[in-house]
């Protein structure tokens, strides 16, 4: 709906902290979609995002939801689906060439980004569209990405000590215990 797009563009910063709040909500109902499986899990998450999303941006579902770099102004809603800024067919006050009645996306983009918090983003470049991604949900593969890249910096941040132990006794035998460390203390990974 037309309105509520040019609503969400002038409410973006409300929507940008909104958004932050699902996605935390998402990263730790993240081991939950896995004990469920996460292919389970997208169905009905994809329904949710359709009906919210469609009836706020007008979202197509690409599946690579670009809205925080955007100013809450879907990209694919402008007639030539470019991801990284308007054409050169702008009309005076702003508003798209092909559909003359509405605001160039791009326009309310820029519009958006300057009441976010984040709003610099809007300076990075997006890559392409990859239409296999189509109809997914974003919301979903994104807080899994983040899930597994949390895990791994945890992970990493509980055997840094460990990882540190062979090489300290390399140098300086007295620094640090000559006992083993408990099977526990060491992942599988550092032990190969
Ligand atoms: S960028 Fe993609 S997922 Fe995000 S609102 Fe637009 S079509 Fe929907």
């Not at 919301?139 to 300290?168: C, G, I, Q, Y």
Request: aromatic share 6%; glycine share 8%; charged share 30%.
């Amino acid at each position: 709906m037309y309105r509520l797009r040019l609503f969400a563009v002038r409410h973006s910063r409300g929507f940008e902290w909104l958004y932050r709040r699902l996605e935390r909500l998402m990263i730790g109902l993240d081991p939950l979609f896995a004990r469920i499986g996460h292919d389970r899990v997208e169905a009905p998450v994809a329904l949710i995002e359709r009906g919210v999303k469609s009836l706020l941006f007008d979202c197509r579902m690409c599946g690579q939801c670009v809205l925080s770099s955007t100013g809450m102004s879907c990209p694919m809603n402008c007639p030539k689906q470019l991801r990284n800024g308007p054409c050169g067919g702008v009309r005076p006050g702003g508003f798209c060439e092909v559909k003359p009645a509405m605001r160039c996306v791009w326009a309310l983009a820029w519009d958006g980004a300057t009441r976010m918090e984040d709003g610099a983003r809007i300076r990075e470049v997006l890559p392409p569209v990859d239409h296999g991604l189509k109809g997914s949900s974003s919301w979903l593969r994104v807080s899994r990405e983040k899930a597994a890249a949390l895990r791994e910096a945890r992970e990493a941040e509980r055997t840094a000590l460990a990882r540190a132990f062979p090489a300290a006794r390399e140098i300086e035998p007295a620094t640090a215990p000559l006992a083993e460390e408990p099977p526990r203390a060491v992942s599988q990974e550092v032990r190969k």
